[in-house]
């Protein structure tokens, strides 16, 4: 989490920052906040059960502009995707990094069947963060509570606006498994 918090600290596109956290870690992100002395944090928000009602609770302490959204499981971010996303909103309501699907891509049964492949240059794997006009977003979350989206860009689709992405990097990996730790400490050591 501090990785994504300095880079966010850092960039002069940034005026608040919420941090959504689990209760039992709320204590201690209060007391990291404070001894690291990051001007920007505003609020310190207890998340949800799920991803989206986490969100749904940073969404609320928030009224106008714009948001970036962004998982702690993506350390890497820096100023230039802060940058670009907020320039991209000028053309979309909400909008992504993404890297471009370079895998042949396969749609199977739960038994492994392949039912059909899929057209990669049409597949992207979207990243956060993900930048918002807050109103909208504020919107979808509140038509799309229940839903089984995965993603506030999906929510934001459901809406019929214009969601969009832009060139990701692979360094906005996401950090699911205890080898994703070597990619991310091998970035760091290039970022030197």
């Known amino acids: 989490m501090l990785y994504s918090l300095e880079a966010f600290e850092r960039s002069n596109e940034i005026d ?3 941090l959504v956290v689990a209760k039992d870690d709320f204590n201690k992100v209060n007391e990291l906040v404070k001894s690291n002395n990051y001007k920007k944090v505003s609020h310190v928000v207890i998340g949800g059960k799920a991803r989206q009602e986490s969100v749904k609770n940073g969404l609320d302490v928030i009224s106008n502009g714009y948001v970036l959204i962004h998982d ?3 350390p890497l971010v820096d100023n230039e995707i802060i940058v670009n996303l907020k320039h991209a909103l000028a053309k979309f ?3 992504a990094p993404a890297l471009e ?3 042949t891509i396969a ?3 739960k038994d492994g069947n392949i039912l059909s492949f899929e057209n990669r240059n049409e ?3 979207i990243q956060t963060p993900q930048a918002f006009k807050v109103g909208i977003i504020k919107e979808a979350h509140q038509k799309g509570e229940g839903s ?4 506030d860009l999906q929510l934001v689709k459901l809406l019929n606006k214009k969601v969009g992405i832009i060139p990701g990097k692979e360094k906005y990996l996401k950090v699911t498994k205890q080898s994703d730790i070597k990619l991310i400490e091998d970035y760091l050591k290039e970022d030197e």
Request: hydrophobic content about 40%.
């Open 16 to 18: 608040d920052i919420v």
């Open 72 to 74: 702690a499981a993506r």
């Open 93 to 95: 309501d909400g909008v």
């Open 101 to 103: 699907s370079v895998n």
């Open 107 to 109: 749609r199977a049964d």
């Open 123 to 125: 597949l992207y794997q």
């Open 148 to 151: 089984n989206a995965t993603d």
